[in-house]
């Protein structure tokens, strides 16, 4: 998807004002703001980490059903390789039967492992990211205000990238 050169340009003037609140503000404010940002991102970064706790928690809980499933997926492969190796007078009746196995096999093991991982998605992928993000913007020298812009600048640079790769 293109980027307009007016997006790109309000994403930096964007970026410019974020990274240049430590220059322009009493330092006062800019304490107090920073402050404020500080705990509201501490919170947000205890909230994933609880969830990406309880994910690690629901992993651990449910370490049997992935093991199993993961034993059925290697009892259906190993039943589909095993029908192949037969090449006898009933090969289309056992390669029935070992395609039969395997998809019983296959089918269970893979329904219960996506059951599970499924349930892993949000707290590992966008907590991840958020605990990336939050931890960034908290430990910032200028502080997270600041480390906003400079977040908003490596979004104008990517938005800039993706209009000259799509050429």
Known sequence: MPFTEMQILYCQVFAAAFMGWDYFMPQRCRQ???ERANRYF???QRNVDKDIGD???FLIENRFKVLVSIIFLL???????????YAGHFSAEVGFFSGLVFL???AGGFLTLMNVLIQLAVPFGAGGLFR??????TRTEKGPIAGIGFLALLVSFAMRYANQTSI
Not at 75 to 85: R, W
């Open 55 to 57: 994910a690690f928690q």
């Open 42 to 44: 501490g919170g947000v």
């Open 104 to 106: 019983f096999f296959s």
């Open 132 to 137: 990336i993000f939050t931890t960034f913007l």
């Open 75 to 85: 009892l259906g492969y190993g039943s589909l390789k095993l029908g192949s190796f």
């Open 32 to 34: 107090w703001l920073d």
